[in-house]
C-alpha cells in the first residue's frame, strides 16, 4: 500500500494558478502510474489527468487540456498537477492516486487506481 499526501490547495480568483503536490511514501514510487482526480460534492469523482511511471506519457480530461500540466519528480517521491487559467467549475477537492498494475486501458476510472490520498480542496472564485 502507498500512503499519498496532498497539498497546495487554496483559493484563488478565476483566472489564477496553483500548483498541487502529493508525496508518496515507499522506495517503489517510480513504478507507479500516476493520476489527478477531483471531486465535488454529489456528483461523481472524475479524472483530471495521469502521468506514467517514468513521465513520459502524460493524459488529460478535455477539460483541463491546455490549462493543467502533470508532472512528477521521481527523486522527490512527488506528482504535480500545475493549474493555470482557472475556472469557477474547476472548484473540487483534488485527490492524487497511484495505479500500481498499469491499467492504461481504463486509466480514467476511478476503479484503476489502488490507493488515494486524502484530497486537497480547491476553491475558485468568480
Known amino acids: 500500500q502507498v500512503q499519498l499526501v496532498e497539498s497546495g490547495g487554496g483559493l484563488v480568483q478565476a483566472g489564477g494558478s496553483l500548483r498541487l503536490s502529493c508525496v508518496a511514501s515507499?522506495?517503489?514510487?517510480?513504478?507507479?502510474?500516476m493520476g489527478w482526480f477531483r471531486q465535488v460534492p454529489g456528483k461523481e469523482r472524475e479524472f483530471v489527468a495521469r502521468i506514467s511511471s517514468s513521465g513520459a506519457s502524460r493524459y488529460y480530461d478535455d477539460d483541463v487540456k491546455g490549462r493543467f500540466t502533470i508532472s512528477r519528480d521521481n527523486a522527490k517521491n512527488t506528482v504535480y498537477l500545475q493549474m493555470s487559467s482557472l475556472k469557477f467549475e474547476d472548484t473540487a477537492v483534488y485527490y492524487c492516486?497511484?495505479?500500481?498494475?498499469?491499467?492504461?486501458?481504463?486509466?480514467?476510472?476511478?476503479?484503476?487506481?489502488?490507493?488515494w490520498g486524502q484530497g486537497t480542496q480547491v476553491t475558485v472564485s468568480s
Open positions: 492516486a497511484a495505479d500500481r498494475q498499469g491499467r492504461w486501458q481504463l486509466r480514467a476510472l476511478p476503479q484503476s487506481y489502488d490507493d
Open positions: 515507499g522506495s517503489t514510487f517510480s513504478s507507479y502510474h
